[in-house]
T-cell receptor, first 114, second 113 residues
Framework: DAGVIQSPRHEVTEMGQEVTLRCKPISGHNSLFWYRQTMMRGLELLIYFNNNVPIDDSGMPEDRFSAKMPNASFSTLKIQPSEPRDSAVYFC????????????FGNGTRLTVT | AQSVTQLDSQVPVFEEAPVELRCNYS??????LFWYVQYPNQGLQLLLK??????LVKGINGFEAEFNKSQTSFHLRKPSVHISDTAEYFC???????????FGSGTKLNVKP
């Protein structure tokens, strides 16, 4: 089990640029979550998918943020255009929506927007 | 509605001392409870989980937690901490269908030599 894989590990970009974060969930998991972590606001749920369908995107900050899950093994979180206040660590997590299946987190992508 | 409250944002403790990190949950339905640990510059790792059965749950690294339904608590304990336990700890609850997870605000454990 390779765990949840996120890429890139670090991303530094200039304000106004497009940023795409990638996530490969654990094989067999059918729920996928994107979280953002900052010192000021802690851990925030941005969006979650179940069976590749977005179920709750109420945490997405604004229209600059979008997320897709084209298949069960891949998801992206895109920020366009990026702003300095988007600087944070973005985590992807996956689970199986049955009992005995907690969240499994990736190692995160540390995004810095200058 | 569900919510999770971690009563202490920071807990300083000396090495080899016991520690308790407090967590209270609120829910009108049965919940499942977890503790996660986040070491500096890393993702969150599952420490232990309570799904049903025995109310005393043992996890990795010598940690344990006790589910107390009457007090709606799920406190995390370790009898003797190490420097390597310095991390942030999150208490999490989940609904029965595991499609919604509720995070506490985290407790930073700082173990001093």
């Amino acid at each position: 089990d390779a765990g949840v894989i996120q890429s890139p590990r670090h991303e530094v970009t200039e304000m106004g640029q497009e940023v795409t974060l990638r996530c490969k969930p654990i094989s067999g998991h059918n729920s996928l979550f994107w979280y953002r972590q900052t010192m000021m606001r802690g851990l925030e749920l941005l969006i979650y998918f179940n069976n590749n369908v977005p179920i709750d995107d109420s945490g997405m900050p604004e229209d600059r943020f979008s997320a897709k899950m084209p298949n069960a093994s891949f998801s992206t979180l895109k920020i366009q255009p990026s702003e300095p206040r988007d600087s944070a660590v973005y985590f992807c997590a996956s689970s199986f929506d049955r009992e005995n299946s907690p969240l499994h987190f990736g190692n995160g992508t540390r995004l810095t927007v200058t | 509605a569900q919510s999770v409250t971690q009563l202490d944002s920071q807990v300083p403790v000396f090495e080899e001392a016991p520690v308790e990190l407090r967590c209270n949950y609120s829910s009108s339905v049965s919940v499942y409870l977890f503790w996660y640990v986040q070491y500096p510059n890393q993702g969150l790792q599952l420490l232990l989980k309570y799904l049903s059965g025995s109310t005393l749950v043992k996890g990795i690294n010598g940690f344990e937690a006790e589910f107390n339904k009457s007090q709606t608590s799920f406190h995390l304990r370790k009898p003797s901490v190490h420097i390597s336990d310095t991390a942030e700890y999150f208490c999490v609850s989940a609904l029965y269908n595991f499609n919604k997870f509720y995070f506490g605000s985290g407790t930073k454990l700082n173990v001093k030599p």
